[in-house]
Each structure stands twice: as structure tokens, then as C-alpha cells.
């Protein structure tokens, strides 16, 4: 596993901040821009490149279980995504908003696959150092390929 950096790691969190603050679909926060039409792609031609990158994010960072992805559409969610074990078939479900630029899903999904990985361990809250610290992990990964 490669060396935690905190520099990488402050990086990794501002650009994630501001892909937030820059852009707002309706009914999400950040600060208002011009252009609204940031590319978010046909998803059909997405969910392939948002699967490949979770094939390997899994592949370095195994959770030991599958993960799937699920788009949704929905103007009036207030999430970029969420992530959902399911008891029956056994598997995680990290859901995305579809509409969203490409960049912005991608930090979803690693987001949410970071809940995945940090889900069992002993937690402050969700979003305690643990989780950032995993994500940083995952982000210089990304950084790296």
C-alpha cells in the first residue's frame, strides 16, 4: 500500500470542495455559476468509465464484498449519492446522481466507496478521520494511475 501524504491528502479535499462550490444543479448547495451546462455525459457512455474506475479502486482496496453502481436522476435530491448495503443479495450499492459532471461523479463514487471500506471499523461519526484519512488513501491512488 503506498504512503499516506497529508499534502496529497489537503489537495485531494479542496479540489473536491470546490467541484462542489462550482457546480449547483437545482436543489443542491455551492455557489452559483453561469454556465450550468458542465458536461455530465450520456450515461450510457458513463457508467462503463465509473465502472472501470471502481474495478480498480476495489482491486487495490478489496472491502470483501461487491459493490455495484446505480445512477438516479432525481433534480430534487439534495445528494451527490449514497451508499446502501443489501441483506439479501449481500452486496453494497453506492448510488450516483447521473447528471452530474463526469469529475463529480467519480469523487462520488469514491466518497461513497470510502463508507464501504470504513463501514465496519470503529467510527466517530461518518465522516471522522478515519474516513478521510481512507480517502486520501483513495484519492492519491487515483492521483497516481
Keep these: 500500500m503506498k504512503k499516506f501524504s497529508y499534502r496529497v491528502f489537503a489537495w485531494a479535499l479542496a479540489g473536491f470542495i470546490f467541484s462542489l462550490m462550482i457546480y449547483r444543479p437545482p436543489g443542491r448547495s455551492g455557489l452559483p455559476i453561469h454556465d450550468r451546462t458542465l458536461p455530465a455525459g450520456d450515461p450510457e457512455m458513463v457508467a462503463p468509465v465509473l465502472q472501470h474506475g471502481l474495478a480498480k479502486l476495489m482491486a487495490e482496496f478489496p472491502c470483501g464484498f461487491d459493490v455495484e453502481l446505480r445512477a438516479f436522476d432525481d433534480a430534487d435530491s439534495d445528494v451527490w449519492g449514497w451508499t446502501t448495503w443489501d441483506d439479501e443479495r449481500e ?7 447521473s447528471l452530474a459532471p463526469l469529475v463529480v461523479m467519480g469523487e462520488t463514487i469514491m466518497h461513497e466507496y470510502t463508507h464501504v471500506l470504513v463501514y465496519d471499523m470503529p467510527q466517530q461519526s461518518d465522516h471522522d478521520a478515519l474516513f478521510w ?7 492519491r491512488f487515483g492521483a497516481d494511475e
Excluded: N
Design 91 to 97: 452486496i453494497y450499492e453506492i448510488h450516483y446522481y
Design 133 to 139: 484519512v481512507m480517502y486520501g488513501s483513495l484519492y
